[in-house]
């Protein structure tokens, strides 16, 4: 029986770290970047946009699908970012098992 109480103690206490990680991620913001910081996204640690910012210079007509693209690779590049602050979070919580493959936290 006391193995059994032990036991639901840790889990309770991997519950209330996974509780404290998932607030720390949620107020993390984090910027991708590309073309040289001409484009620039802020993510924050559940992947939610919460800012672009545009150079003026790509604001051209004509160069609509450049800009697109640009937003594209500075989103995932702040995804990458992301996903290795969620993985680099996850160790400190599971004693430096990693997150396993395809796992989200929310």
């Given at each position: 029986?006391?193995d059994i ?12 770290k996974?509780?404290?990680?998932q607030?720390e991620?949620?107020a993390?913001e984090?910027?991708g970047q ?17 800012g672009v910012?545009i150079?003026?210079s790509?604001?051209?007509?004509d160069?609509t699908?450049?800009l ?7 989103v ?8 290795a602050?969620m993985q680099?979070?996850m160790k400190?919580?599971?004693?430096g098992?990693?997150?396993?493959p395809?796992m989200?936290?929310?």
């Open positions: 029986m006391k109480m032990g036991m639901m103690k840790q889990v309770q206490q991997m519950q209330a996974m509780q404290q990680m607030d991620l949620a993390m984090i910027a590309s073309g040289a910081g001409l484009v620039s996204v802020v993510l924050d640690g559940k992947g939610e946009m919460r910012k150079d003026p790509l604001m051209k007509p160069e699908e450049i697109e693209d640009l937003i594209i690779a500075a995932q590049d702040a995804k990458r970012k992301v996903e602050a680099d979070t400190d919580v599971t004693g098992l990693p997150l396993p395809g989200k936290l929310f």
